[in-house]
């Protein structure tokens, strides 16, 4: 009589304490969570916009070396420029956002690499990556902080 035999417990039990206790961990952890602000929201839109700004400067690098003669700078000049170009693509929000400013952006890059492909002049390469930086750094300076 010394020992009393437990009962084991009703499966039916345990699964309500598994999902009560589910639940109440869904739920504190939505009420701790950050709320979404727009800056949060278009930080991967602005990364990528930063990162085309950024392939566009190796540009007129490559460029300047291929017109003194190196193939292989041809190739990467054109590379940095479409790679600037999905870059831009790939920034989805800032689309929806500021198609105006996607799409002045979209125009300089378009012209930047007709410039390259076209084979034109260091000077025309030059201001086309100007023009293009100002169009990214203007898009970009819409929804920095």
Do not use: K
């Not at 003194?68 to 000049?77: K, R």
């Amino acid at each position: 009589m010394l020992y009393r035999r437990q009962r084991p417990l009703s499966p039916l039990f345990v699964i309500a304490a598994a999902l009560l206790g589910l639940a109440l961990g869904f739920l504190a952890g939505r009420a701790t969570a950050p709320h979404p602000t727009l800056a949060s929201l278009v930080a991967p839109s602005a990364l990528h916009a930063r990162q085309a700004s950024g392939a566009l400067e190796i540009v007129p690098l490559e460029y300047a070396r291929a017109q003194q003669g190196n193939a292989g700078s041809f190739d990467a000049a054109r590379t940095a420029a479409r790679q600037a170009q999905s870059e831009l693509d790939a920034a989805t929000l800032l689309r929806q956002l500021n198609p105006g400013g996607v799409r002045e952006a979209q125009a300089a890059l378009v012209a930047l690499s007709g410039a390259v492909n076209a084979r034109r002049s260091a000077e025309v390469v030059q201001a086309a990556v100007a023009r293009a930086q100002t169009a990214l750094r203007e898009l970009q300076a819409a929804f920095t902080p």
